[in-house]
């Protein structure tokens, strides 16, 4: 293992591709092999930190936290939860930017499993399609809830969304905070992360500013 090459990848969040890097055989054991497996090697980790596994307080934390790892913090790994975009006809001619503001993201960093917290802002124009609004909310949350490099986080999201509404007239927004950056390293607890991926009328500056300035008025408010 090149330890320097290690630090330097995670200092500096950077990914590798847009996919999800994964092995073929990520679901061949079940959620529950899964959690049993995870359950033991976090127990000898608490066990090489010195802590007292027999304790009430410890003992049950192993279980917990495998538990927690892979059916609650990273359940968007298994492309089964993935939610179903169900798109309807445009039939009533909505032309306008639509946006959907301040969706929850809540999501780890690949690089250091620390949390990333932050929001989502999405827009599109509707052509022949439109989508149902929480089905933007559960994407986001899905592409969320897996280890993840922002950047990454807002190409997935773009993409997807393009696809379903058959328009590459999607922007995607997110402000971030790191944990790895506020709590490690350099700990600045005040910065945070923005990225922003569009594609189609928003390659335009009119239609990018229109986005920008609405959210830019609603936290004014």
């Known amino acids: 293992m090149n330890k320097e090459r290690v630090e330097f990848l995670g200092d500096n969040h950077l990914g590798t591709k847009v996919a999800t ?3 073929s055989t990520a679901f061949d054991k079940t ?5 049993e497996n995870i359950q033991k090697y976090f127990q000898k980790i608490m066990e090489e930190l010195g802590l007292d596994i027999t304790d009430d307080s410890l003992s049950g934390t192993p279980y917990r936290f495998a538990k927690m790892y892979v059916k609650e913090l990273f359940y968007g790994l298994n492309p089964k939860h993935k939610p179903k975009l ?13 946006i959907e503001q301040q969706i929850n993201i809540d999501s780890s ?19 022949k399609k439109v989508i149902g609004l929480s089905k933007i909310n559960r994407l986001v949350d899905y592409y969320a809830h897996r280890p993840q490099v922002q950047e990454r986080l807002c190409l997935q999201i773009l993409k997807d969304l393009q696809d379903a509404l058959g328009t590459q007239s999607v922007i995607v927004l997110i402000n971030a905070k790191h944990l790895c950056v ?3 390293g350099i700990k600045d607890k005040n910065s945070f992360t923005t990225t ?5 009328l928003f390659e335009e500056r009119e239609h990018r500013n229109e986005f920008l300035n609405t959210i830019d008025l609603n936290h004014r408010q």
């Open 86 to 98: 169900s798109t309807f006809d445009n039939k009533y001619g909505y032309q306008k930017m639509l």
């Open 196 to 200: 922003l991926e569009y594609g189609g």
């Open 109 to 127: 960093c690949e690089h250091h499993f620390l949390p990333i917290i932050g929001e989502a802002y999405v827009a599109y124009f509707p052509e």
């Open 182 to 184: 506020s709590s490690r």
């Open 21 to 23: 890097p994964m092995v």
């Open 31 to 35: 959620d529950e092999e899964k959690i």
